[in-house]
């Protein structure tokens, strides 16, 4: 199940959770006769994949399932050294790709409890997670758990995918999105709780990085789902299902409020910390918010229900996933303005650039396909399918939910 409606965006993405259904029903029946097709490209094997021809990882293969042609396994891309994790709900999972080539490195498997009666299955159970890197620590929400695993990046081997070297912090209900501060020092972990009614428990819990505990708790009346950050770290902002919550992390209180977003949710700030950059998911808009003032300064007309944000590392160009359009936005921030739109099939929900900039990955919601361009003229790099190294959408789990990047190639 994903937890990624709020109460007023429900059924959009009640819609979407059937298309995911029907298309993981489908691609599991006939996973057998698709199965010879697929590698993870290094040999390593995950429990439960095949093993196959390296050969097949660097090609498309497409099915008719219905009538309607369904892609099943990857295309070759190529880009700068370094590492993508990439969260997977479903599996309590995140991939570790490496950016030169879009090869899987290892999926790894996080917090899994055994079955009550049956040593020989775990339950994966899970959903939306978020992901975090700081320094050579990669930290994961565990959604059905309710815990944070911290991880050591470099005690990630091929040999250790299910159960990976992990710290378990014990956070609130549903923990969604992690952000790390830009020292380093707090991690910020979003707890949507169940989100059942108005009364579900939602919190903010702030860790510590240097001993692993939970130093705060901030309560809040409606599901957060972003936290940013300015760029001194002196104060936190989380996008909720009722606006924007502004924090000075020095003292763990609320500084200030935005109304009337329109059920924000993606969030980024300029580089210089004087504006944000809030998706409103019911407006079909980007707004542009003054730190200064906490004042809407401009919107921006994007796609439909406008979910995840990026922003070049200069803050000149912002970018923008519309999932229920199937496609990308890029803004220009010194005007304000749209300079291009890129159609992407699958959902696109989750953006990432690369450290230097170069590229820009988008994970599709419903496609379980990350696709890579080339930020200079917004032309596709190359795709791939998450999970067992481009096996076809292998189950409810291989859908993308979150990506970051290093310049550290993965172990």
């Known amino acids: 199940m994903l937890l990624r409606e ?38 390593a ?64 498997n996080v917090g899994d409890p055994q079955v009550p009666g049956d040593s020989g299955d775990y339950n994966y159970s899970s959903s939306d997670q978020g ?8 930290y994961f929400g565990d959604t059905g758990n309710d815990t944070v695993a911290v991880m050591p990046i470099g005690t990630l081997t091929l040999s250790n995918y299910e159960n990976p070297a992990e710290t378990l912090i014990q956070v609130g209900i549903d923990p969604t999105n992690l952000t790390v501060t830009p020292d380093g020092s707090q991690l910020w972990v979003a707890d949507t709780g169940p989100q059942t009614g108005p009364s579900s428990p939602a919190d903010i819990k702030v860790i510590d990085t240097a001993t692993d505990t939970v130093t705060a708790t901030l309560p ?18 989380v996008t909720t299902s009722a606006g924007l919550v502004t924090y000075s992390t020095a003292t763990d209180r609320v500084t200030g409020f935005v109304r009337g977003l329109g059920d924000p949710h993606g969030i980024v700030v300029s580089p210089d910390g004087s504006t944000l950059y809030v998706t409103s998911t019911l407006g079909n808009q980007v707004d542009a918010i003054s730190t200064k003032t906490d004042r809407v300064t401009g919107t921006i007309a994007v796609g439909d229900l406008p979910w995840g944000l990026a922003l070049s590392s200069d803050g000149s160009t912002l970018y923008v ?24 099939t699958g959902g696109p929900d989750t953006l990432a650039l690369t450290p230097d900039g170069s590229e820009l990955w988008v994970g599709g919601l419903t496609s379980g396909i990350v696709t890579v361009f080339d930020t200079s003229n917004n032309s596709t790099v190359g795709s791939f399918n998450v999970g067992y190294g481009g096996e076809p959408n292998a189950g409810d789990g291989e859908l993308p939910t979150g990506i970051v990047m290093t310049t550290a190639a993965a172990p």
């Not at 489908?26 to 996973?31: P, R, S, T, Y």
């Open 6 to 43: 709020s109460s007023v965006a429900r059924p959009a993405w009640a819609s979407r959770r059937m298309l995911i259904a029907g298309v993981a029903a489908a691609v599991l029946a006939i996973a057998g006769a698709t199965a010879a097709l697929v590698t993870t490209g290094h040999g």
């Open 321 to 344: 996933a519309n999932p229920d359009s199937d496609s990308v936005s890029v803004i220009s921030t010194s005007s304000d303005t749209v300079t291009d739109t890129i159609p992407l």
């Open 220 to 237: 809040l009346r409606a599901a957060p789902a972003e936290i940013a950050f300015s760029p001194d770290g002196s104060t936190a902002y």
């Open 131 to 138: 992901i975090a890197t700081y320094g050579g620590t990669l």
């Open 45 to 108: 094997t995950h429990q439960g994949a095949a093993n196959i021809d390296a050969a097949a990882l660097h090609r498309t293969v497409v099915r008719s399932i219905d009538g309607k042609s369904v892609r099943l396994a990857a295309d070759a891309c190529s880009g700068p050294a370094g590492a993508a994790y990439i969260a997977l709900p479903g599996y309590q999972a995140f991939d570790a790709i490496n950016t030169a080539n879009c090869d899987l490195v290892q999926q790894y």
